[in-house]
């Protein structure tokens, strides 16, 4: 239980992170609106063309007679929205990582830098290319994950009580296990620590991990909340990756006074 309380205060730590450094939050914004116009108009157009799809699947409910053909394909098209909704929420934070890696990698680089008790950040010593290449194919093999999980708990959904009380808390979790996972790939990818040893590291620690991401998934259910948390959050998973490697860490705010009195000096 103790790690599951640090796991919060890490994302809390992050969020006031970038409260400090205003420029960072600012440039940290544009890629979760980039993500956020996007999936807003992939569900506007399920929501409006849905019906459709679901109509021109099922040719054999044609013949149906009133009501159920209309029941049956109106409850596939709730299933459908309903699955697109999960994916948008599963996958979020995967596409805005990706469309914002330069921005995220800055970010977390200033973030290590500004706690680490030398004033250096590790470099991965790769070409941008490379690491682009790198964070998509980890991020699509994440996805995979999630979407696995999403399945078996969609199914297990209909099983009467279990489906309406477990399966909806065990969810909660294994979005914050896989949310972490991806912000956590931002600064464990620059010290070269490869998907299996990130996935390893933090399984060692599940209480911290989701401590730190299942309020993090539930707060990114609420329309827009997504992209304003998400600057603070890379910077908290920045500071949960150092102690899950056992860096030292000095306190930010610490660190800010610092600068400023010797910015003050003659």
């Known amino acids: 239980m103790r790690d599951l309380g640090a796991g919060f205060r890490y994302l809390v730590a992050g969020q006031r992170w970038v409260g400090r450094h205003g420029r960072q939050y600012g440039f940290g914004l544009l890629p979760g609106l980039i993500t956020l116009v996007l999936y807003v108009g992939a569900l506007v157009a399920l929501a409006v063309w849905g019906g459709d799809a679901v109509t021109w699947a ?42 914002g890696q330069p921005f995220y990698e800055s970010l977390s680089e200033t ?83 490869d998907l299996r040893a990130r996935l390893t590291l933090l399984r060692s620690r599940k209480t911290l991990v989701w401590g730190f991401g299942t309020p993090l998934g539930l707060a990114f259910l609420v329309p827009f909340v997504a992209v304003f948390l998400m600057p603070g959050a890379v910077a908290g998973a920045t500071l949960m990756a150092r102690e899950l490697l056992g860096e030292e860490t000095r306190d930010g705010e610490a660190a800010d006074d610092d600068r400023e009195e010797a910015a003050a000096r003659p």
Request: proline fraction near 6%; glycine fraction near 8%.
């Open 111 to 193: 973030v290590d830098r500004d706690v680490s008790p030398d004033g250096t950040a590790p470099r991965s010593g790769l070409p941008l290319w490379r690491e682009l290449w790198i964070s998509a194919r980890d991020s699509l093999r994440i996805v995979v994950r999630a979407l696995l999980w999403a399945v078996l708990l969609f199914a297990l959904g209909f099983v009467p009580f279990l489906g309406q009380t477990v399966v909806p808390v065990i969810g909660f979790f294994v979005t914050g296990f896989f949310l972490t996972e991806e912000l956590t790939a931002v600064a464990l990818q620059r010290r070269n620590v």
């Open 58 to 99: 099922t040719p054999f409910a044609d013949d149906w007679s009133s009501p159920w053909g209309g029941l049956f394909r109106g409850f596939l098209t709730v299933v459908l929205f309903a699955l697109g909704l999960l994916l948008s929420v599963l996958t979020f934070t995967a596409v805005t990582l990706l469309i």
